[in-house]
């Protein structure tokens, strides 16, 4: 069974710009959560979608957002990019739960 | 969501059991405890979980106190392997997927010394 997967592995960006970054999750499973893991720091929750809606969002400005498609996949937007974006973005994927099922993340640089 | 704190890191010898221990003084009644391993530049990945008394599978043990106020996850005989992150989660699993947007925290770094 394949596991959570994102793109890219690496994305560098500079200040002012938008970055997109993408999520598939297990096959079968329909939620997909967000995290945020700055440098040094634990996982924030951002956002979770379900059956092609967001469901909750966590403690973000609104250039944050995202969308999550027919199949599942997901994809995370983050507008007019700045500094202490920076960080490495995880996706979830759940089914029934409890446990959630980690990608390999998104490593994002804001220059 | 019942707020959690941890040590900050341990350090441990090959070989060892390692005991970490979870605060969870504001613990609701349907929460249950949930405990994630992370590799640097990787995904958190699911060690075990318990509601109360003891859990134990393949790779470690919880144990929670009639109180559920702490946890304790149990690592026998650790690894250099095993040298890694550990998150303590409390949250509901009752009210389905959503109840898992849980904010993890910093962790404990467990460092395993040969």
């Known amino acids: 069974e394949a596991g959570v997967t994102q793109s890219p592995t690496h994305l560098i960006k500079t200040r002012g710009q938008q970055a997109t970054l993408r999520c598939s999750p297990i096959?079968?499973?329909?939620?997909v959560y967000w995290y945020q893991q700055a440098l040094g720091l634990g996982l924030q929750f951002l956002l979770w979608y379900d059956e092609g809606e967001e469901r909750n969002r966590g403690n973000f400005p609104p250039r944050f957002s995202g969308r999550q498609f027919p199949n599942y996949s997901s994809e995370l937007n983050v507008n007019a990019l700045e500094l202490e974006d920076s960080a490495l973005y995880l996706c979830?994927?759940?089914?029934?739960?409890?446990?959630?099922?980690f990608g390999p993340g998104t490593r994002l640089t804001v220059l | 969501l019942a707020k959690t704190t941890q040590p900050i890191s341990m350090d441990s010898y090959e070989g060892q059991e390692v005991n970490i221990t979870c605060s969870h003084n504001?613990?609701?009644?349907?929460?249950?405890i949930t405990w994630y391993q992370q590799f640097p530049s990787q995904g958190p990945r699911f060690i075990i979980q318990?509601?109360?008394t003891k859990v134990t599978n393949e790779v470690a043990s919880l144990f929670i106190p009639a109180d559920r106020k702490s946890s304790t996850l149990s690592l026998p005989r650790v690894s250099l392997s095993d040298t890694a992150v550990y998150y303590c989660?409390?949250?509901?699993?009752?009210?389905?997927?959503?109840?898992?947007?849980?904010?993890f925290g910093k962790g404990t770094k467990l460092s395993v010394i040969p």
């Open positions: 504001n613990i609701a009644t349907n929460d249950y």
């Open positions: 318990g509601y109360k």
């Open positions: 096959s079968g499973h329909t939620s």
């Open positions: 989660l409390v949250g509901d699993i009752g009210s389905g997927a959503g109840s898992y947007q849980l904010t």
């Open positions: 979830a994927s759940i089914h029934f739960g409890p446990e959630q099922f």
